[in-house]
């Protein structure tokens, strides 16, 4: 386990804008309490609270990947509009406690699916 500092900094701050995830026309998360993680040079990543998503669209996986500073990464696939999105989401479902926020927390492949702020 490793520790954010200034040589890898990782801030999570509420979003205060609505963020919306779809596939095509499905809508897989709609929510108003969004985090945004910062971490070192990545592109800032959107995480939903799993409660403001169709999970009912998820289908676990048996991916896990590990990040040194969130802990063990498990993966779910989004069957909408007649097709399955491999792996597009990954949650930290018991992460490291100096990311305990965002336990309960999905988040998603831009390049898979669509993530907007909206309002």
């Known amino acids: ?19 919306r995830v779809s596939a095509g026309s499905v809508v897989i998360a709609d929510t108003t309490h969004a985090l945004t993680l910062k971490e070192a040079r990545y592109p800032a990543v959107q995480y939903v609270p799993r409660t403001d998503a ?16 969130k802990g ?8 909408a509009n007649g ?3 491999q792996n597009a989401i990954w949650t930290y479902e018991d992460p490291y406690p100096a ?5 309960g927390y999905l988040a998603f492949y831009p390049d898979r699916v669509k993530v907007e702020e909206v309002g």
């Open 1 to 19: 386990m490793k520790l954010p500092g200034p040589d890898h900094p990782i801030t999570i701050t509420p979003n205060p804008k609505r963020v």
């Open 83 to 85: 097709t399955t999105l």
């Open 72 to 79: 063990d990464a498990n993966y779910f696939s989004i069957k």
């Open 54 to 69: 169709n999970t009912a669209l998820l289908e676990r996986t048996e991916r896990v990947t590990h990040c040194p500073y």
């Open 99 to 103: 990311m305990a926020e965002i336990a």
